[in-house]
Structure formats: structure tokens, C-alpha cells
């Protein structure tokens, strides 16, 4: 099955440089990579997502790479600000319908104003 | 408004003492899955559902049980539960490989 490994698991950046978190996926069936943020006590939330016949998706400060020959992927934040403090999760599945997402052990972003 | 709903928010209980968490979604997503999150371990998948009646393993199945009677609902039963399940639970939704939504979570403490 698909194992998804994610990096680094803590992350701390000042306001207003960049933040990158990395994710590789063992499955070359997966075309799905969604990522989560979880702030605080609150439920993860989706914030962006690819599919594999995209290599770059950019949404104002955030955007996703994928590199599919390698089997990975990652997540761009630049110019990071206070609230982009969180837990980030990437996840991976095959988008052939519902199959289950497999998701990242998590990264805790801190930005320190 | 669509949503996930999740309940009890939280819940302290015994060991053994059997309980339901409740989950429900109101987008008609064929889609239902249960995830436990423990610290550093990230979200770990309990069961998921593709459709009503039909229900499989995640990474996590034992001490839970699911049903899937309805398209709606999808509970969470743990029949005899033991302070190893002490955890932070989320129910999730979804359609056709798209967007998966989260509940608000449930806080549960098994003593």
C-alpha cells in the first residue's frame, strides 16, 4: 500500500520568509496530493491540492510541485505571516474514486514575528 | 451548510464502558472514513466506508467498530474501550476522490 513520509516534522521561520515542507510517496499508482492545515484545536482543512497531470499549482502565497518521476512532492508558503503557524499534512491516493487518502505524519510551521 | 458533524465533542469514560461516537454529513458523499490523530503520529485511518454497506479496514481497526446503514451516517463504536484509545477522533466525508472534509473532532479519554 501507499506509504507517505513528510519532512521536516518541525519548522520554524521569521515573518516573512519562506517555508517549505516535502513529502515522498512509495504508491506510482497515486495521483492525488492534497494538503491539510491544522490549526489549533481545530479539524484539519484543506489548502491546496494536484493532480498528477499538473507539475505546479499556485494559490496568491501558497503553491505545490510534483514531481512524479521522483514520487515527490512539495509545498511552498512565501512570505509567511503569524497565521500561517499550523500543522501542515500532505496526503496521497489514487484519484480513481474512493479510495482512502494516506496522509503525512504532519509538520508544525512556526513563524515567529 | 454543508458540513460534517461529529458528536460528543468530548467524552471521558471508563474502561469497558461501551460507546458511540456519532458522525454525519449532509453532502450526500458516498465517501465516510475515521481517523484517531496522537501526538506525533499524525492522522491514522481507523475504517472507511465507500458506500452504504460497505465498510473496510484502515491502518488502525482494532477496539473500533463502524456501520454504514445509512449514506448519512457513519457511527464509530468502541465495545469495550481501554485507556490505549485515549485519543483526538475526526470523521471525514467525501465524493468521488475530491475534497475531504473533517468533523469538528472528538476529544475522547478512556480512564
Known amino acids: 500500500g501507499e506509504n507517505v513520509e513528510q519532512h521536516p516534522s518541525t519548522l520554524s521561520v521569521q515573518e516573512g520568509d519562506s517555508a517549505v515542507i516535502k513529502c515522498t510517496y512509495s504508491d506510482s499508482a497515486s495521483n492525488y496530493f492534497p494538503w491539510y492545515k491544522q490549526e489549533l484545536g481545530k479539524r484539519p482543512q484543506l489548502i491546496i491540492d494536484?493532480?498528477?497531470?499538473?507539475g505546479e499549482k499556485k494559490d496568491q502565497r501558497i503553491a505545490v510541485t510534483l514531481n512524479k518521476t521522483a514520487k515527490h512532492f512539495s509545498l511552498h508558503i512565501t512570505e509567511t505571516q503569524p497565521e500561517d503557524s499550523a500543522v501542515y499534512f500532505c496526503a496521497a491516493a489514487p484519484f480513481s474514486g474512493n479510495t482512502p487518502l494516506v496522509f503525512g505524519k504532519g509538520t508544525r510551521l512556526s513563524v515567529i514575528a | 451548510e454543508a458540513q460534517v458533524t461529529q458528536n460528543p465533542r468530548y467524552l471521558i469514560t471508563v474502561t469497558g464502558k461501551k460507546l458511540t461516537v456519532t458522525c454525519s454529513q449532509n453532502?450526500?458523499?458516498?465517501?465516510m472514513s475515521w481517523y484517531r490523530q496522537d501526538p506525533g503520529l499524525g492522522l491514522r485511518q481507523i475504517y472507511y466506508?465507500?458506500?452504504?454497506?460497505?465498510?473496510d479496514k484502515g491502518d488502525v481497526p482494532e477496539g473500533y467498530k463502524v456501520s454504514r446503514k445509512e449514506k448519512r451516517n457513519f457511527p464509530l463504536i468502541l465495545e469495550s474501550p481501554s485507556p490505549n484509545q485515549t485519543s483526538l477522533y475526526f470523521c471525514a466525508s467525501s465524493s468521488g476522490g475530491s475534497t475531504q472534509y473533517f468533523g469538528p473532532g472528538t476529544r475522547l479519554t478512556v480512564l
Open positions: 494536484i493532480r498528477s497531470n499538473v
Open positions: 466506508s465507500m458506500n452504504v454497506e460497505v465498510t
Open positions: 453532502m450526500n458523499h458516498e465517501y
